[in-house]
């Protein structure tokens, strides 16, 4: 039997998109299907916004180059929804801190990145008790909605058939094909099934949702309650964002798509962690996410932060973006590699991918063209 | 009530006891739930026992707002309670013992501190042992000349304000100072009495006294060097007097034998002062070498912290 379609993707997040994009390029008719009414509600919007270029992973050599790699291609690739206006500054924690600044520089030259010490403009306003070193470094930010929007505009360019408000609700293998089960979020007796070829479960934190809906085993997924705060920068610090290296620290950036600071701490932005497992109830993280009380931990982060860089006391509070953060469980200890991809993972041609950071999406699009011979039609 | 609003720190030292640990993390829990607006529990760990590890993993699931720091190697209690000192984030920052100081006394330290002093030191209610009672004044008068005031029966339960903790933590190195550095901030100090806990186990006594008095001697000051100098003095001055004696002797007296049980008495004195001199020399070596070390005065080896699943809302919503 004929399917509807080459590929189906689940999931608009920034992944999904790019992915079905990359599909309909190579001439495979492609449906997108999103449950929310716009692209890119999720993780996709509510991260920090931070391009990767190395500087995150001084524990791991190899996510750092790939890091480095990548930069240069995605701001190349989105130049228009890139801000790179402001000046970046990494400074090294004193105390708690799993790298010195000896080995950060050491670090930054090994993988080929600008690190130089910063001048007294910012270290005058830094505690040095709390921080060893302050460094000058490269790194910028994407823009969320302009990137949403540049990617739209490429979906309709190469003809991908996008669906909003659509929640995919079960796989099935049919002979060679999958079927999917639709429903409409907005009237849920609304309910289509589609066949396809291959199937791209593209979406992060509920890819174990749609896993258990259809009766296939769960991947080890580590979920994190995050809250990320937005915040009007003091002055001194509008043009700037600083990361506190590398433990439980805080970090400040600009958000470029509400024009605030983004508020982070490794500590406070997790308030609570779960792993998917077999033996423990399954947890919806995006209903979790909508029904929990959400008690702000800015008050701690503020605390906290203030400690090394008291003009941090200045920032006003907007608000709070919730989400939840997917990881795998393994590389919690050294921070690699954060990608999955699990070709024909319990069904032929149902394949999900997850990437940790938005420019993993060339990590993920170059397995999936090395695996192009059983991912094109069997 | 109401709760205060200021954002509380209480720094204890994990206690190899694991029967007792569940039962005080309750209880600081809900005391300070009752009473304050926002609070953390820093809990530091000297290399406690891996199933004691274990418990607290677990306990983390459990009780919101723990932090738990696991140093690499076991340190004197000073230099951890310091590391939790650096480590906390809270406006006020309280210093609390699980055997020694019962959990209500932080609400009532917290709240003095709130009347405008910035270091509150806790001191018992009760009375102490008679050795610990005859030598204490002896010891309060050597440490008040080094600048270490300390009030009659003070515990090691303590409440800094933010300002006070600042002015600690940035003196330099203070870990191995703690205790004295609190009390020379400047700031207007003031005395909580309470009365501790299991009051007569051991901390009270003589030998406890004495170490103590001894440990905040030679980390704070190097006046007892002066001291021993001084007696090293003294004791050339009296083995030269003593020479003299002996050439003296020699000319006036034939029989020499006399002296013999001076002569005995006095080079065991001399050498006793002498190894006295020695021993404080290795002592203060010692110090000076930790002190030149880069060695950090302690290492964490992890930090965890609490990870409670967050409360639902109550589903009362009303759908038009
Ligand atoms: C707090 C935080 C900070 C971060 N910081 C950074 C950073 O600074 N830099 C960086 O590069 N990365 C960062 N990340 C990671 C980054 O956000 C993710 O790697 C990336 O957004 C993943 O994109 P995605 O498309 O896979 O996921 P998402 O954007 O979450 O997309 C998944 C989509 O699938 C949809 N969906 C789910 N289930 C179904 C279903 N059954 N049917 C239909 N649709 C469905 C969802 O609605 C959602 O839109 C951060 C993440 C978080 C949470």
Known sequence: ?378 | MDKLNSFVSVISLIEDNEDTIESYLQSLHTHLDENFEDYEIVLIDQNSSQTLTNKLEKLLTQIPSVRYLKLAFRVHDDVALAAGLENAIGDFVVLHSESEDPVDCISHIVKQSLDGFDIVIGASTQNQTIGYKLIRPLIQRILKQIGYNVPRNATGLRCLSRRAVNAVTQSGKFHHKLYVRINNTGYPYTVFHYAQKNYNDKKRTLRNGILQGLYLLIFNSTRPLRWMSGLGVFGSLMAFSFSLYSIVIHYFKETVIEGWTTMVLFTSMLFMIMFMILAFFGEYLGRLLNERNDQNDYTVSFEKTSSVMLNEKRKNVINN
């Open chain 1, 1 to 378: 039997m004929k399917a509807d379609t080459d590929v189906i993707v689940i999931g608009g997040g920034f992944f999904g998109m790019y992915i079905a994009e990359f599909y309909a390029q190579q001439g495979k008719k492609v449906i997108l299907f999103e449950k929310e009414q716009d692209f890119m509600q999720h993780a996709s919007f509510a991260n920090q916004a931070r391009v990767h270029n190395g500087y995150h992973y001084p524990r791991s050599i190899l996510t750092a180059l790939r890091s480095r790699v990548s930069f240069p291609r995605f701001v190349d690739e989105f130049k228009d929804c890139i801000d790179n206006s402001f000046e970046k500054y990494y400074m090294i924690g004193r105390l708690l801190s799993n790298v010195t600044a000896k080995q950060f520089e050491l670090f930054c030259q090994r993988i080929g990145v600008p690190c130089t010490l910063a001048s007294r403009k910012i270290t005058s306003l830094v505690n040095p008790n709390l921080i060893e070193a302050t460094f000058s470094t490269v790194e910028y930010a994407f823009d969320a909605v302009k990137l949403k929007l540049a990617m739209l505009d490429r979906l309709e360019h190469a003809g991908v058939d996008y669906r909003l408000g659509v929640c995919v609700n079960k796989i099935t293998q049919a002979g060679t094909n999958l079927t999917v089960e639709t429903l409409s979020v907005a009237n849920d007796s609304e309910n289509e099934s589609f066949s396809a070829n291959q199937v791209l479960n593209c979406t992060y934190s509920m890819i174990n949702d749609v896993l258990t809906k259809s009766q296939l085993e769960p991947v080890a997924l580590k979920h994190e309650m995050t809250e990320m705060c937005l915040v009007e920068a003091p002055d001194e610090l509008k043009d700037k964002g600083i990361t506190v290296m590398c433990g439980p620290f805080f970090s400040i950036m600009p958000f470029p798509s509400e024009r605030l600071h983004s508020f982070s701490h490794v500590r406070y932005t997790p308030h609570f962690q779960w792993i998917d497992s077999k033996d423990s109830p399954y947890i919806n993280g995006h209903n979790y996410s909508s029904n929990i009380e959400k008690k702000s931990n800015w008050n701690r982060m503020l605390l906290d932060a203030k400690r090394y860089m008291p003009i941090l006391d200045q920032c006003q509070y907007k608000k709070s973006i919730w989400e939840v953060k997917t990881v795998l469980p393994r590389s919690e200890s050294n921070d690699a590699r954060p990608i999955l991809f699990k070709p024909n993972h319990g069904l032929l041609g149902l394949h999900s991918v997850m990437g940790g950071k938005i420019d993993n999406v060339y990590d993920i699009t170059l397995e999936l063209s090395k695996h192009e011979k059983y991912l094109t039609s069997i």
